[in-house]
């Protein structure tokens, strides 16, 4: 599974910016795709989850009601939208995948990674 993350940039507090995460030709049927971040000199940190086809989600609470996970499944990517963003938004954002339905937080349950994208968002 390769998974190419993309749609980072420079964006000014309370902008917007979409991610894409999109995987290699494959059925995703049974996957979740979980959205994590890492700003400079922090740990990585759980930002949203949801199966790949669609469902539930789950979001972490410093995004809740600014991030929504979407995904167009012809194309067979997932996006972040991103709202009202912050400069404590600022880091890079990684998508991952595994298999199974469970919608993890802990990073360590994710066994594919993009190669991050990074999102700088000045005040």
């Known amino acids: 599974v390769q998974l190419q993350a993309s749609g980072g940039g420079l964006v000014q507090a309370g902008g917007y910016l979409k991610l894409s995460c999109a995987a290699s030709a494959r059925t995703f049927s049974s996957y979740v795709v979980g959205w994590f971040r890492q700003a400079p000199g922090k740990e990585r940190d759980f930002v949203a989850a949801s199966r790949w086809r669609g469902g539930p989600t789950n979001y972490a609470e410093f995004v809740k009601g600014r991030f929504t996970i979407s995904r167009d499944i012809v194309k067979n990517t997932v996006y972040l939208q991103m709202n009202n963003l912050k400069p404590e938004d600022t880091a890079v954002y990684y998508c991952?995948?595994?298999?199974?339905?469970?919608?993890?937080?802990?990073?360590?349950?994710?066994?594919?990674w993009g190669q991050g994208a990074l999102v700088t968002v000045s005040s």
């Open positions: 991952a995948v595994r298999e199974g339905s469970w919608l993890y937080t802990d990073q360590t349950q994710y066994i594919y």
